[in-house]
């Protein structure tokens, strides 16, 4: 078991940054591959950044060049990096983790990853 706890969030003004935090426990995360995603009010759960084992990363296009995803494995922690977040950016985001067995796969569906954190706001004003 994996526990997953995301911290980072928080009000700020367009343009502005901001860096989210997901700290594992349960289960070292060196083999597992971890995704971020995010939901806003009345929409699905959707896909954001994701980062194999080896530290392969993947973006959606809507954040694609604006956030940045990496990973300590000796922290067990991951992280979002977000630069000029826009409104359209606001929603709670969630850190995902599954067991991963090729070390440079990454996923970006929701359903492949078996591990969730509660998640954290993140709220951009114009």
């Known amino acids: 078991q994996v526990q997953l706890v995301e911290s980072g969030g928080g009000l700020l003004q367009a343009g502005g940054s901001l860096r989210l935090s997901c700290a594992a426990s349960g289960r070292t995360v060196g083999g597992y591959a971890m995704g971020w995603f995010r939901q806003a009010p009345g929409e699905e759960r959707k896909f954001v950044a994701a980062?194999?084992?080896?530290?392969?990363?993947y973006y959606a296009d809507s954040v694609k060049g604006r956030f940045t995803i990496s990973r300590d494995n000796a922290k067990n922690t991951v992280y979002l990096q977000m630069n000029t977040l826009k409104p359209e950016d606001t929603a709670v985001y969630y850190c995902?983790?599954?067991?991963?067995?090729?070390?440079?796969?990454?996923?970006?569906?929701?359903?492949?990853?078996?591990?969730w954190g509660q998640g954290t706001q993140v709220t951009v004003s114009s």
């Open positions: 980062i194999s084992w080896s530290g392969d990363t």
């Open positions: 995902a983790a599954r067991r991963a067995y090729v070390t440079s796969t990454y996923y970006t569906d929701r359903s492949d990853y078996n591990y």
